[in-house]
């Protein structure tokens, strides 16, 4: 089962905007990640965030969590054509798999 | 590149057979997990490999069954297949608990 939900499900947006996506899940957690993939392949990790940590930054990136509202966004900004691509975020709590969402589906324009 | 590579890259079988997926991990790394994706879903965490035991399981029958060598390598057999195991075949390698770095997949169509 899916431990987290993205929202919005699909995100059309033109270059030069930024993107925000949102992941909420259901249980505790040690921490949270994102990744990006690219029509149907490989995931490629982009950022970390610790429970213990509230906002996170890597280039482009930003990344908040809400561990009390069970929340994290992803914001790109400046966004490109290159970043069209599936966003997934991924828990880990105490057990040793990464429990992915449904992801949303970014699309930028040129 | 991640370092993490998977064979085949895509594979067709039919309902009933068998199938052996393989991902090599990236050099240091001792542990291997393995997800499954449908189509238009999330990775679904099938078991992880530590030292070549099983070292955590998702919600998958006992015909999805793995290996892992001394070497780190890994295998996912999955026996009787059935339509609904028709997916990407994703593994993912690490230090430990550390972060994953995935594997380009392998495609499974079965017919």
């Known amino acids: 089962s899916q431990q987290g939900e993205e929202d919005p499900q699909a995100l059309s947006i033109q270059e030069g905007e930024n993107a925000t996506m949102n992941c909420s899940y259901k249980t505790s957690i040690n921490n949270l990640q994102w990744y990006r993939q690219n029509s149907g392949r490989g995931l490629v990790h982009l950022i970390l965030i610790r429970s213990n940590e509230r906002e996170k930054h890597s280039g482009r990136l930003r990344v908040t969590l809400d561990t009390s509202k069970k929340s994290s966004s992803l914001l790109i900004t400046a966004s490109r054509a290159a970043d069209t691509a599936s966003y997934f975020c991924?828990?880990?709590?105490?057990?040793?798999?990464?429990?992915f969402g449904s992801g949303t589906q970014l699309t930028v324009l040129p | 590149e991640t370092g993490v590579t998977q064979s085949p890259t895509h594979l067709i079988k039919t309902r009933g057979q068998q199938v052996t997926l393989r991902c090599s991990s990236q050099?240091?790394?001792?542990?291997v997990s393995w997800y499954q994706q449908a189509l238009g879903q999330g990775p679904q965490f099938i078991f992880q490999y530590y030292r070549e035991e099983e070292n955590g399981r998702g919600n998958f029958p006992p015909r999805f069954s793995g290996l892992q060598f001394p070497n780190y390598s890994s295998e996912l057999n999955v026996n009787a297949l059935e339509l609904d195991d028709s997916a990407l075949y994703l593994c993912?390698?690490?230090?430990?608990?550390?972060?994953?770095?995935f594997g380009p997949g392998t495609r499974l169509t079965v017919l």
């Open positions: 050099s240091g790394h001792n542990t």
């Open positions: 991924a828990t880990r709590g105490s057990a040793r798999q990464l429990t």
């Open positions: 993912a390698s690490s230090f430990g608990q550390n972060e994953q770095f």
